[in-house]
């Protein structure tokens, strides 16, 4: 090569180096793609090196823990500066990385649990926060500017080629290891046995460089379990106003429902107040979801059509690998889940999303962001967006983009149907709706180049309490808009700012309804409606094919 | 199982009565999952029943033929009504099988070629359009409610046990595959070659059903291919103006071009114009791009970072294959595409997207819509509206937000740049601006719901002409939209109907740029700017490692 003819393969030349590094120092330890477990963090002293960027596979539900506490067992003199891409931080180790100085920058999605150790590590200059993305958007990203150089996912079995076999909590695997295997990067997986024969092989040997048998099962969180025995009478209020008020009346066949306790009151209701009003076969047919345990009642009642999965859910398996007409499931019987089509989906394919929020100000933005805690998105902002590059129609879709449109001579176009469902007050006696965002002040905190909201005002259709729902679609200024939002805000402050006689036009105008108004009896909004009352009752639905973890089983 | 009870398995009860039907009939030329060439038409009479939805998969580029003339041949008697799921309809079988009344049913996103044809059978009575979709849409359905029962999909090679090479042209494969696989359908493959040992394993046989050896290898088009020969002087002038006024002035890093020559100019122009005004390094940096030829000057110029496709293009393999820094490629040193992983990058990763169209109206609606033909949109929907779940900031998304917020009360976010890139006359002299775009008479013809509109007027932030750039982002109501439009549209008659002061007005304030207010000289807008002036030209510039299909050959 001529002194001044550019290389064109060095990526593929330093995989080459890190492999060759390994395999010396491994030895014996490295039969083909099978490690020795005890050598993993030698392993990754060989193959990750300073400044790399490194994808360490933090579900929703699914966790690659011995990996991350492997990684956050490296020696910082010897490896540092990595720049960690991660859906979730679930695990302290998630954090440990930067505490030790192994690593320096972080693009993620979720951060739950770990919020305010974040924020507070964050404050003292041990983390650079690249971004806070949604899930869809991070993966979008490993085939652009955030390709890893080295990702260390978890997977159910392998055998002794390297096959993977992520079975039901496939999650995010298939997207990170598609990014680094394609672009010269390492694989490593850890994994809870090996196996000569996989069940199934959801991901080939080809991309995958290092499999190594983890001393115990990688963890895995049951997120998507809500108890019935925890619903309120309140709750059932507003699941009602929510079936009768939207799914009725937009006649919503395709969505998703966020994680809580006012969607499982929803999907509780379905078998029972839903079917009263004759909406079987009209509303909820197909999902995209986890295969939530409030959907059992649901499922059995012949409401569900077809369920695609994120992830899965702990306790589930059974009942989903008896229900293959409902669920997607492989060869081997058992649920495939994944988290980037089941995004695409939710985004693309679905009328509605629905889910709760923390805050919600006056313009209808709504964020989980509270002070002291970066605690990040999820898949929310995908699927709580208007899908403006959707263009196949549906019911629900053009008749949200009609009530968008009404009255402008804007050119036709269908809507999202994203709907906000809040108590006024959450715990604490916190009110819901605020003027300002707590966001403002995050975003000055984390030096953020705008406040981290979840869900846009412009993008939300409904808000909806237990005093009402505020049609945002139906509002024409900036006011309007205002004013229905507090008149659905009860009595917090800024409820009780609301202007009276504005509200009661709102509502003559039906851009506020409240259950009188939508014909709901609220003497009739009690637990008795639900499809079921507790966990057993749960369980008892599904034939004893639900199975729920330990910390469920309260009978 | 009691009378009253519910059966869970049905689809995949029937779909093993479709594989025993299947053993039964092929007899010895079924051997494991390899099926003798000759018998393939009698497989599908045995796996395709009366209704089902067929994925057939037509591609941008790569097209399961062989299989589309089989299924094209299916006794009507015998199989009939089925519902066709496609991303594009490029041969004349794709619509033979309406005709002779095999299928009756069409989902689809792009029917170029076959757009007319398409129309006149829509008319006809024989094909009803379910919808047209943006491919990523179209994914999406396919795990929520247009899962498909049969795919008939296109690979390189299998090996023994039904394992796939899709190598460098995977675009939509395994999209189609895991919704069908995961769902009890069956897949059926045709490859060009059944081999012993394939250079990598893009799908598990565990996920395939049958694979045959087409008498042909797969048809495939270079759609991307565009000779630098016949790329005029105007087309140079606006590729300055896009480079100067909109890639540098926003500092565009990650981006996706559209096909056409408006943009392969601007890729020709790189490592000269822009390079010229010190943009290498801030511009053009990470691409979601098939392997267009007419980049390949500016990857050798190093402008160009890194490249991830949705599909490949003809010729350019070897190319490819020896700048695996740039481009994603598997450890069998070809390509790997991914439309569905692409388009998500386009939608969520990059900052802009810049395409033409052939008619834009007074609002900035765009459409490719034009009487007598049902086109479609294939992936412009997806990246040329704006990304409204991102939350990764970059310079150039938050000075377009900034810019579309300036003067409002609006919570801060940022805006993907969608530009449209149009000569004020399309061929035949038809102007591309009018007052009403064709998509509203052929949403009658053919009973569509709302109008076939492309890109709405809302998502685009730039209209760019030879007669210069219109900023619709800041513009603050209809009317500044409107003369801001008419401001380049040249001498159209929605040009000659400018108000000529207003227009002035827009210019002062920086809406309307003229090249002059660019600081760009007309007279250097000649094609000696550009790297590669024709075909041989860019094998130079690819040392001799691109290697044009034989139409392109004209030296």
Redo the contacts between chains.
Sequence with gaps: MAANE???????ANREQRLARARERLGAGLQGKIVDTNLVQELMHQVIECGDRVCLEGNNQKQADFLARTLASLDAGRVNDLHMLQSVLALPEHLDVFDKGIAAKL?FSFSGPQAGRLAKLVSAGKLNI?????Y??L???Y???L?PQVALVAAQAADRHG?LYTGPNTEDTP?IV??T????GIVIAQVNEIVDVLP???I???WVDFAVAAPTPHYIEPLFTRDPALISEIQVLMAMMAIKGIYGEYQV??LNHGIGFDTAAIELLLPTYAASLGLKGKIG????LNPHPALIPAIEA?FVE?V?SFGSELGMEDYVR?????F????DGSM?S?R???Q???????DMFIGSTLQIDL?G?SSTATLGRISG?GGA?????????????SPAW?KA?EEARRGTN?????RKLVVQMVETFREHMQPAFVETLDAWQLAEQAK??????MI????VTHILTEEGIANLLLCRTEEEREQAIRGVAGYTPVGLARDARMVENLRDRGIVKRPEDLGIDKRLATRDLLAARNMKDLVRASHGLYKPPKQFRNW
């Design positions: 550019r290389s064109w393969d060095r990526q593929r693009d690249g971004a806070i993305h949604t869809l958007e993966f979008g990203r085939f652009i500017d390709t096959n997207a598609e990014a295997a394609f672009k010269s199934r092989i959801d080939p040997a080809d066949e395709r047919r197909n999902w995209a012949g077809t695609h008896a229900r293959p007409d409902v997607f499931t492989g060869p495939r994944n980037a089509f089941s695409v989906a939710g985004h693309y394919a679905c313009q933005n998105f902002p995908n699927m709580g967006a208007d899908a403006r590059g959707r263009r196949h129609a053009l983009g804007a050119m036709p176009r269908g953020m180049a705008i406040p981290p909201v846009y005002g412009d993008d």
